[in-house]
């Protein structure tokens, strides 16, 4: 569900699955101009990997932009939301 919204974004040209917590991979395959993330994972157990994915896209100019959490808004709930509609 959510790559189907995403893909059909204006702009967007590729929506590709994360497999691992190490995004070398797809950067390096890829090379995106930008790639958006929560913010989330700045501090704790994925930080390391953060700056590891800004330092990768640093390589050819992209970067990182990364969305504030919207306070009440659950993508848990938007999901229920859209299967039940489907269901309609």
């Given at each position: 569900m959510k790559k189907c919204v995403?893909?059909?974004i204006k702009g967007v040209e590729y929506v590709v699955k994360q497999e691992t917590k190490d995004y070398e991979a797809n950067l390096r395959r890829f090379q995106p101009d930008i790639m958006v993330h929560g913010k989330y994972w700045r501090e704790g157990p994925?930080?390391?990997?953060?700056?590891?994915?800004i330092d990768i896209l640093a390589?050819?100019?992209?970067?990182?932009?990364?969305?504030d959490y919207?306070?009440?808004?659950?993508?848990?709930?938007?999901?229920?939301?859209?299967?039940?509609?489907?269901?309609?």
């Open positions: 995403i893909e059909n994925l930080a390391e990997v953060r700056q590891k994915a390589e050819w100019g992209g970067e990182v932009v990364e969305p919207t306070q009440g808004i659950s993508s848990s709930v938007l999901k229920e939301k859209a299967k039940n509609e489907i269901k309609k």
